[in-house]
């Protein structure tokens, strides 16, 4: 048992209760890190257990902390899986977490979760080019339809014009992938509530307001503080960070949400194996420091390509000025621009392969948030399944790269970007 009180826990910070919130070594022989629970099925003390256990699961009773609901089969429930839900939980300051097995499994399975035939959704373009294949051609199949808004400062008006009674989300990526564009997002939840209240007893409003928070978070921002229903993860990104792991998170703070979300992730069986989940649990014991550092060597990559002569525009939150019409939602939103970082080369593809055949620091991979810098071509990678619409809204041409950047020593990268620009 832990010796804080639950008031002393409410006052230390995530990345100290990420040593140790949500285990009890004692129930583990001692061990000072939680121990990988390979085990599929648990055992019931006694049948009337097993039988109460199914009960809270499917939703009977009053909602319960899942903790208390007791261990059943690891499509279920898991220390592993719950132990890493409850530690990042808290860096969002949010009441519960469901783990994934990707990031992709957390969208899907929240979307389904969350909409039904005939729903609307409002997506802030651009998002990640399976987020966009999965809305288009998956979603649209159950008949739910999707409009599309680029993102950025019009956006809540331009969403305004398309709610209908039959919306039922709108979808932000923040910031967006890959042109980091940012959407004011207590603005778009005031346009939900406004268009459709939310009904008694709910903490959701009936228009829920979902973001994918991969890009900046959770150390740079925490989208419920300013009105998200959903916030979603790729944690295979900074959480996980070390380019080793697969997996994703959904949270909320409303217990119907919750309920929904589980109740879908133990039917569609997109649940992390508990090795996945112990693997992102360790990382996120690193991910403050992780994140400090890639953001520190961001800020002087972006003011190194802001210079450069072969560089027509960076998008990198830390260069907006109070004149961007963006900058007051960087600051309402964000406590740091993160590391991701787009620019336009000049140029088009040809030498945007040129200046990525040269990297030699840097890797030519996709993917993002990790301790190694990675670089890649949205337009023919990442999102090469958009539709020329949503690559026109997303502002995903043949000149953009994106750069994660790592922690490797910053006068190294910024030598490796300067050699490769200069080879094109
Ligand atoms: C913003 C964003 N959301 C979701 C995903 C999907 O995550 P995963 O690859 O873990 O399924 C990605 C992947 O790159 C992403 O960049």
Redesign the pocket.
């Known amino acids: 048992m832990s010796k804080l009180t639950d008031s002393e826990s409410a006052r230390l910070h995530p990345e100290t209760l990420a040593l140790s919130h949500g285990f009890d070594p004692w129930l583990s022989e001692g061990a000072i890190k939680p121990p990988v629970f390979l085990t599929s099925t648990f055992a019931f003390k006694q049948a009337a257990d097993g039988k109460q256990f199914f009960a809270w699961a499917h939703g009977e009773g009053a909602p319960r902390p899942k903790h208390e609901m007791g261990l059943i089969y690891s499509r279920i429930n898991n220390p592993n899986l719950e132990i890493f839900e409850d530690r990042v939980a808290l860096w969002e300051g949010m009441k519960d977490a469901y783990s994934f097995a990707?990031?992709?499994?957390a969208?899907a399975t929240t979307l389904l979760a969350t909409h039904n035939p005939g729903d609307e959704m409002i997506v802030c373009a651009p998002v990640?080019g399976?987020?966009d294949s999965l809305i288009h051609v998956f979603l649209a199949r159950f008949g739910i339809k999707a409009h599309f808004v680029p993102a950025g400062i019009d956006a809540p008006a331009l969403a305004e014009k398309l709610i209908t009674p039959h919306t039922r989300s709108i979808f932000i990526?923040s910031p967006a992938?890959p042109n980091n564009r940012l959407t004011d997002i207590a603005r778009m939840k005031a346009l939900a509530l406004h268009h459709a209240p939310a009904p008694a007893g709910s903490s959701a409003g009936r228009i829920l307001v979902i973001v994918?928070n991969?890009?900046a978070g959770p150390v740079f921002a925490q989208p419920a503080r300013v009105g998200a229903d959903v916030v979603l993860y790729?944690?295979?990104?900074f959480i996980g960070g070390h380019s080793d792991v697969?997996?994703?998170v959904a949270l909320a703070n409303d217990d119907a949400l919750l309920g929904a979300i589980a109740h879908h992730r133990a039917m569609l069986g997109g649940m992390p194996n508990p090795y996945t989940a112990w693997l992102l649990t360790r990382s996120l014991e690193t991910l403050k420091i992780r994140a400090e550092e890639q953001q520190r060597n961001a800020v002087r990559v972006a003011a190194f390509l802001a210079q450069h002569p072969k560089v027509r525009k960076v998008c990198f939150l830390g260069l907006l000025t109070p004149a961007d019409p963006e900058f007051a939602t960087y600051q309402k939103q964000h406590t740091g621009p993160g590391s991701l970082i787009s620019f336009y080369i000049r140029g088009g593809e040809k030498e945007a392969f040129a200046f990525l055949d040269h990297l030699k620091v840097v890797r030519l991979a996709?993917?993002?948030g990790s301790t190694e810098s990675l670089a890649s071509h949205p337009s023919s990678m990442?999102h090469s399944g958009l539709t020329p619409a949503d690559k026109l809204l997303g502002e995903v041409t043949d000149d953009l790269v994106r750069l994660s950047i790592g922690i490797e020593h910053v006068d190294d990268l910024i030598w490796d970007l300067d050699q490769a620009l200069a080879a094109i």
Not at 234 to 237: D, G, L, V
């Open positions: 990707s990031g992709m499994a969208i990640y399976g987020t990526e992938n994918d991969t890009m790729s944690a295979t990104k697969v997996g994703g996709v993917s993002l990442t």
